[in-house]
């Protein structure tokens, strides 16, 4: 039994960071926190209610998926990306949905996959007055069009771009942004994948990718 309090502790403490991971990643994602905002951890301890101990570890998994970059003498601050970085992303993200596409299509068994990607189409659909929710929806797409190939290896380098393809939302400004996240573009990918063209698939996620990176960049 002595050993349950620290136990419950533990779990808190694991609850606050991630509460914490969270909020910070909204914050940053919505320009709350502008691209190259110092991030004073004494200010944010205070703002969140936290540790700086517990803040830190947070800063660390936001610092690990591309939010948080660090300056001079180790100080932290809102990644800034520039339009090169913007274009290496998506060239990157586009190869990598490209293949995710190309296997659905091919696959006996696509039909099985479509209904999901209905559902998450509906989800965008559904959050276009929430734009929390949107982002979110748009992620889970192409998070799912990953998922769905069951390439353990291609859903890991999608992740790893998570936290760029989260800041990119911010380059040019929302309005920008949720241009990139239209219904109907997205629909286009799927319809592409049910006909089991996969070259289809692959050069409908290419020119999706080359207009939301030169949307946002232009």
């Known amino acids: 039994m002595a050993a349950q309090p620290a136990a419950l502790l533990g779990l808190e403490r694991t609850s ?18 502008a691209p190259s905002s110092p991030l004073v951890e004494t200010e944010l301890s205070e703002m969140l209610q936290i540790s700086r101990g517990t803040l830190r570890e947070a800063m660390r998994q936001l610092q690990q998926e591309g939010l948080i970059s660090a300056g001079a003498r180790g100080r932290l601050y809102v990644r800034h990306l520039d339009a090169k970085e913007i274009r290496d992303i998506f060239a990157v993200r586009a190869a990598l949905e490209a293949l995710a ?8 068994d696509r039909a099985s996959v479509i209904p999901a990607l209905r ?21 889970n797409f192409h998070r799912l069009l990953c998922r769905l190939t069951g390439n353990e290896t291609l859903m890991h380098s999608w992740q790893s771009l998570e936290g760029s393809i989260r800041m990119s939302i911010m380059f040019a400004g929302l309005e920008k942004a949720v241009g990139n996240m ?18 289809r698939a692959a050069s409908t996620v290419r020119s999706h990718m080359a207009w939301a990176a030169s949307n946002l960049v232009s």
Request: charged share 30%; aromatic share 0%.
């Open 16 to 33: 606050l960071r991630q509460q914490a991971v969270t909020a910070l990643r909204t914050a940053i994602t919505s320009g709350a926190l």
């Open 101 to 108: 596409v190309r296997d659905l299509a091919e696959r006996d």
């Open 119 to 139: 559902e998450a189409l509906e989800a965008m659909a559904h959050a276009e007055n929430d734009l929390e929710a949107r982002i979110e929806s748009d992620l």
């Open 182 to 199: 239209d219904v109907g573009r997205h629909s286009a990918i799927v319809d592409a994948i049910e006909t089991g063209d996969s070259d």
